[in-house]
T-cell receptor
Framework: QKEVEQNSGPLSVPEGAIASLNCTYS??????FFWYRQYSGKSPELIMF????GDKEDGRFTAQLNKASQYVSLLIRDSQPSDSATYLC??????????FGKGTTLSVSS | EPEVTQTPSHQVTQMGQEVILRCVPI?????FYWYRQILGQKVEFLVS????????KSEIFDDQFSVERPDGSNFTLKIRSTKLEDSAMYFC??????????????FGQGTRLTVV
């Protein structure tokens, strides 16, 4: 059974800072990784995915993947109060499911 | 922008009653899913559905649960005899293909089920 681990936080950063969110996964064979953002009481929405070692940038977001160490991270540059949410790391399961971590709660203070 | 829609947004039911949660997936998507999230816990996979049959189900998806695509647009989750521990947010999702390295799963806004 694939597992995804995240520090639940909360992670508190001031506005304009870089927020760093980390995720580790159990299955060395996992190929791709998804970062979802979930506002309180709302549904998950995809921020970005990554499947190659290294960095992938999309606007203020950078995903970093290190398959040898089995971790994936999400950096948020110039954090804004609107980034305050729970960030979910997910990997595809063996079949059709997405396996989610418990999420890290980010709080950006103005 | 196409979206997954769910109804109702909130359902309160008595323990032991049957509930049906409804979803309209994105029209050209082929895979449909139900996930649940108990308050404060992780999003958990329940079941996936493809080509009018269950593709995969988790240990949570026991005989009390069933899914159906009664027509060309709706996708339903039925809980036959609700228990207090079924109280959760239930999310429907859809994808155009089986989840691969770059497949985005689109989630509905969720149905909050409260069993009293």
């Amino acid at each position: 059974q694939k597992e995804v681990e995240q520090n639940s936080g909360p992670l508190s950063v001031p506005e304009g800072a870089i927020a760093s969110l980390n995720c580790t996964y159990s299955d060395r064979g996992s190929q791709s990784f998804f970062w979802y953002r979930q506002y309180s009481g709302k549904s998950p929405e995809l921020i970005m995915f990554i499947y190659s070692n290294g960095d992938k940038e999309d606007g203020r977001f950078t995903a970093q993947l290190n398959k040898a160490s089995q971790y994936v991270s999400l950096l948020i540059r110039d954090s804004q109060p609107s980034d305050s949410a729970t960030y979910l790391c997910a990997v595809p399961g063996a079949g059709t499911a997405l396996i989610f971590g418990k999420g890290t709660t980010l709080s950006v203070s103005s | 922008e196409p979206e997954v829609t769910q109804t109702p947004s909130h359902q309160v039911t008595q323990m032991g009653q049957e509930v049906i949660l409804r979803c309209v997936p994105i029209s050209n998507h082929l895979y449909f899913y139900w996930y649940r999230q108990i308050l404060g816990q992780k999003v958990e996979f329940l079941v996936s559905f493809y080509n009018n049959e269950i593709s995969e189900k988790s240990e949570i998806f026991d005989d009390q649960f069933s899914v159906e695509r009664p027509d060309g647009s709706n996708f339903t989750l039925k809980i036959r005899s609700t228990k207090l521990e079924d109280s959760a947010m239930y999310f429907c999702a859809s994808t155009p293909t089986r989840i691969t390295v770059n497949t985005e799963a689109f989630f509905g806004q969720g149905t909050r089920l409260t069993v009293v």
